[in-house]
């Protein structure tokens, strides 16, 4: 099945930049998202992208899409302590809306 | 509000016994699925629907069921739980060509 690989941490000093990268390997993905897993709670979508675009800005957040390489980023501006949390990459696939998670990042934000 | 829930939060049960998680969502949305978090893992898809009578097997469905009777609920019934099974359980739904998920609180299940 296809696959979806991410770093396992990340320590980040507050008000610094974060980037969390994600490799995926199927090529006929339509959107590509990010979700957000605070301890105790479900995943809320943080953004997403469609896969004939290179980048989103959303306010503090970038995305990065290289297609060519399969290789999706996010980038957290000015981090906050908020920011602490495991980030999932997510594949739609064809259809968009069947999603394979890689194995999350969690980001510790330090003062 | 429209929103998805999960019951029970917490479960505790013996090998070899029936369990059934429950899912209800009143977004009234046609899809939805069920995955499981393991440490390593991330999450890992068991089953999904696309509509009512409507299901599919995903990643890890062995030793899993479900049915979609309506559109609100997705129950999951575990046959013959296993101790491999004690995880976190994770129900979600979808509009039909989305995939902005929205995610219940989770069931936390132990099978001792």
């Known amino acids: 099945g296809e696959d979806v690989e991410q770093s396992l941490f990340l320590s980040v000093r507050e008000g610094d930049s974060s980037v969390i990268n994600c490799t995926y390997t199927d090529s006929s993905s339509t959107y590509l998202y990010w979700y957000k897993q605070e301890p105790g709670a479900g995943l809320q979508l943080l953004t997403y992208?469609?896969?004939?675009?290179d980048m989103k800005q959303d306010q503090r957040l970038t995305v990065l899409l290289n297609k060519k390489d399969k290789h999706l980023s996010l980038r957290i501006a000015d981090t906050q302590t908020g920011d602490s949390a495991i980030y999932f990459c997510a594949d739609g696939g064809a259809a968009g809306n069947k999603l394979t998670f890689g194995g999350g990042t969690r980001v510790l934000v330090k003062p | 509000d429209a929103e998805i829930t999960q019951s029970p939060r917490h479960k505790i049960t013996e090998t070899g016994r029936q369990v059934t998680l429950a899912c209800h969502q009143t977004?009234?949305?046609?899809?939805m699925f069920w995955y499981r978090q393991d440490l390593g893992h991330g999450l890992r898809l068991i089953h999904y629907?696309?509509?009512?009578?409507?299901?599919n097997k995903g990643e890890v469905s062995d030793g899993y069921s479900v049915s979609r009777s309506n559109t609100e609920d997705l129950p999951l019934t575990l046959e013959s739980a296993a101790s491999s099974q004690t995880s976190v359980y994770f129900c979600?739904?979808?509009?039909?060509?989305?995939?902005?998920?929205?995610f219940g609180q989770g069931t936390r299940l132990t099978v001792v």
């Open positions: 977004w009234n949305h046609n899809n």
């Open positions: 979600a739904s979808s509009e039909r060509s989305s995939g902005e998920a929205f």
């Open positions: 629907s696309y509509g009512v009578q409507d299901t």
């Open positions: 992208i469609f896969s004939n675009m």
